[in-house]
């Protein structure tokens, strides 16, 4: 494949992730809306066993939006490999990292045991983890993309 049809497929396909991502964004924050309205109308009890969903899903939804605005840079210069694409992952991971501790403050408050509460949380700090390793591997590809383009 030439360079043209490369760069064409990879536009093609980040415009339907960054389209995809919009969706998610828009149905977490109308879930997490949905989700405090009515734990609201009910007993404090459960408003705050049921407060860390609605939390949770509004961290997704943050994420969701930086996923967009990657995936729509992407899309205009059909390179992935740059300087803000990989801030943009590495403050994915940061929103994890925080997401998890904010959400197992929140179980705690609500009266889980704090290691229960950090259990709970442990996959959000494996999806960060995961993002800090994207974020160097990007890191890396744009490191080969300016040797690359040096070379030619």
Not at 13 to 29: G, H, K, Q, Y
Not at 84 to 90: L, Q
Not at 104 to 131: D, E, K, N, Q
Not at 137 to 145: A, D, E, F, S, T
Request: net charge positive.
């Amino acid at each position: 494949m030439n360079k043209t049809k490369v760069e064409a497929m990879i536009k093609r396909s980040s415009f339907i992730v960054m389209i995809i991502a919009a969706v998610e964004t828009v149905l977490s924050v109308l879930m997490a809306v949905m989700e405090y309205k009515n734990c609201k109308k009910m007993s404090p009890e459960v408003f705050k066993m049921m407060l860390p969903n609605s939390v949770n899903m509004l961290f997704n939804a943050s994420t969701f939006i930086i996923e967009m605005v990657v995936f729509y840079r992407i899309f205009r210069s059909g390179r992935p490999f740059t300087s803000g694409n990989i801030t943009a992952v590495r403050v994915i991971a940061a929103l994890s990292l925080i997401g998890s501790i904010v959400i197992a403050l929140i179980r705690h408050s609500a009266g889980m045991p704090i290691i229960s509460a950090l259990f709970t949380s442990i996959f959000s700090v494996f999806g960060a983890v995961v993002f800090l390793f994207f974020a160097e591997i990007m890191r890396y590809g744009k490191l080969l993309q300016i040797e690359s383009d040096e070379t030619l």
